[in-house]
């Protein structure tokens, strides 16, 4: 069953949706354009927020890694789009090389791993997974919850070609998303690695990324006659930030307070009576680390010691220099009365399906990827493309379809944003 979500101030979201699906042909014929002149990522989740006036991009992850939360009725939808990816760039489709994150005591993470060679076993590929970990000197099975196993082996480097003692494949996907670099067994490699490793997170910065979603957000909403901002936050970014010495707050604080004056300008405009804030995080990394929420500018100058350390550091242990400042988007969905969000992924351009993020301790104007976070699956129809106009916005796979266009907006700007990284 898909989850049956509650949405206040619904009227003008409602009104987005249904410009989204009257626009559907010109949408999609636009969408595929873009996609005929953007290569496009092997694959992505985007986190969104729907604040019933707003509905918008807060997050773009290109190592996705929740596939074992994704409703289990729509493993075709996966399996086709993950021929579609592999035979764009291995025709003859010899065999796929995972390499997955080192977090072989993280037994979620490694049910997402074992669904991802799920998905490539069945769209006809040999898929073997290869271990950065030092310790995995020969094939380690282990066991998982449910009873599955998931086999790790050691890389073998031959020469330029990555593969694994008995397994020379024609391409490396990662699913690691070198936040502490790129190791030196991944660099001057002659098979494709997708992602490519000028997009982990050791150089990738949010902003950059945001940035290329304001230019598509912009082209979008002019296509189909909408404010743009109604389908991107605002954002700023502040470097040279120090929070354990206090250094660059003041400049923080400042951008702050700049980016909350012109979100109340749109509130005015809108009439929108909710306080805005802002979400202020670490511009590269992901787990939900370095992240808090500000309403005053005057929080910034004021953090305590215990607040600043939280700031400081993110995944890897690595230090929070540069800081992104960003729009907050209240949301106002919920599953039994829990805050909940949509969580959108991706294989190729397609839209195989997601889940709803639900923290039942965090507020409607919080980062819920945090402990105590649980996942509630949901369905897409027909792939999230194929909705039906007349049956109204209030119609399940409606809603799924604007979801689906935003996701595939953030999926657009990646691909800009991996063009610039190569280039």
Aim: charged share 20%.
């Amino acid at each position: 069953m898909v989850p049956n979500l509650t949405t206040a101030l619904k009227g003008p979201l409602l009104d987005l949706e249904r410009r989204l699906l009257s626009s559907m042909p010109t949408t999609e014929h636009w969408m595929r354009s873009k996609w005929q002149d953007h290569p496009v990522p092997f694959y992505a989740s985007v986190d969104l927020r729907n604040s019933g006036f707003k509905l918008a991009p807060v997050d773009t992850n290109l190592f996705p890694g929740g596939f074992n939360n994704l409703n289990p009725d729509f493993l075709p939808l996966c399996v086709q789009a993950m021929q579609s990816a592999v035979e764009k760039i291995c025709p003859e489709a010899r065999g796929v090389l995972l390499i997955p994150e080192n977090h072989t005591r993280n037994m979620f993470y490694l049910q997402n791993v074992a669904q991802l060679v799920t998905i490539i076993k069945q769209a006809g590929m040999r898929v073997r997974v290869g271990s950065l970990l030092p310790e995995i000197t020969q094939p380690t099975p282990i066991v998982l919850p449910g009873g599955g196993t998931l086999m790790l082996e050691p890389l073998v480097k031959r020469g330029n070609r990555l593969g694994l003692e008995d397994f020379d494949p024609c391409v490396v996907l990662l699913n690691n998303d070198l936040s502490a670099g790129v190791p030196e067994i991944l660099k001057n490699i002659e098979q494709e690695i997708y992602p490519p490793l000028s997009v982990g997170w050791y150089t990738r910065r949010k902003s950059e990324h945001f940035a290329h979603y304001n230019k598509v957000a912009t082209e979008f909403a002019e296509l189909i006659n909408i404010d743009p901002w109604l389908i991107d936050p605002y954002f700023d970014t502040c470097n040279k930030v120090n929070f354990q010495e206090r250094l660059g707050l003041e400049c923080l604080a400042e951008k702050v307070d700049m980016t909350l004056q012109k979100m109340r300008l749109k509130y005015t405009e809108y009439g929108v009576k909710s306080e805005p804030f802002v979400i202020v995080k670490a511009d590269a990394g992901t787990y939900g680390m370095g992240i808090m929420t500000v309403k005053d500018a005057a929080e910034i100058t004021a953090l305590n010691r215990k607040q600043r350390n939280k700031m400081a550091v993110i995944k890897e242990g690595q230090e929070v220099n540069d800081v992104l400042i960003q729009e907050g988007v209240y949301t106002f969905e919920n599953i039994n009365e829990a805050v909940a969000e949509p969580v959108i992924y991706m294989i190729d351009h397609y839209v195989v399906g997601g889940f709803y993020r639900v923290h039942t301790d965090r507020g409607i104007d919080e980062n819920l990827n945090a402990p105590g976070m649980h996942f509630v699956p949901l369905a897409f129809d027909s792939s999230c493309s194929l909705p039906n106009p007349e049956r109204g916005p209030d119609d399940t796979p409606n809603r799924f379809y604007a979801y689906g266009v935003i996701a595939r907006l953030a999926l657009l700007a990646a691909a800009l944003e991996i063009e610039d990284a190569e280039n």
